[in-house]
Nanobody, 124 residues
Framework: QVQLVESGGGPVQDGGSLKLSCVAS????????MGWFRETPGKEREGLAS???????TYADSVKGRFAISKDSAKRTLYLQMNNLKPEDTATYYC??????????????????WGQGTQVTVSS
C-alpha cells in the first residue's frame, strides 16, 4: 500500500496562508487520483480538492478560490496552497490516493491510501 506523509501544518492567523505537502513512498502521481481532505471532531471527513493524472483539478465550494492543489510528480509530492485562511478552516488535513486515472468526485470511499494527517489551527 502506498505510504503518504503530510507536512506543513501549524498555527496561523486569520487571513494568513499555509502550504501543505504530501510525499508518497512510490511514484504514483501519474496513475492515481490525489486528493486533500480535512476532518474536525464530530464532523465527517470533508473532501477539499482533487487532481488527476493530467493535472485537472476540482474543488469543494468551501475552499474554491482560496485553496489550490498541485503536484510535482518528479518529487512524488502533492501540495495544497491555502490562502485567506479562516478560523473555520481549523482541522486535521489529510492527503489521499485513489487508484484511478480519473477523479470521480471527492468521496472518501474511493481513496484507499491515507496519510497520518497534519493539524492546521487558524486563530482570529
Amino acid at each position: 500500500q502506498v505510504q503518504l506523509v503530510e507536512s506543513g501544518g501549524g498555527p496561523v492567523q486569520d487571513g494568513g496562508s499555509l502550504k501543505l505537502s504530501c510525499v508518497a513512498s512510490e511514484y504514483i502521481y501519474e496513475d492515481y487520483c490525489m486528493g486533500w481532505f480535512r476532518e474536525t471532531p464530530g464532523k465527517e471527513r470533508e473532501g477539499l480538492a482533487s487532481i488527476n493524472y493530467e493535472g485537472d483539478t476540482t474543488y469543494a465550494d468551501s475552499v474554491k478560490g482560496r485553496f489550490a492543489i498541485s503536484k510535482d510528480s518528479a518529487k512524488r509530492t502533492l501540495y495544497l496552497q491555502m490562502n485567506n485562511l479562516k478560523p473555520e478552516d481549523t482541522a486535521t488535513y489529510y492527503c489521499a490516493a485513489a487508484p484511478s486515472l480519473i477523479c470521480y468526485g471527492l468521496h472518501t470511499d474511493d481513496f484507499l491510501s491515507w496519510g497520518q494527517g497534519t493539524q492546521v489551527t487558524v486563530s482570529s
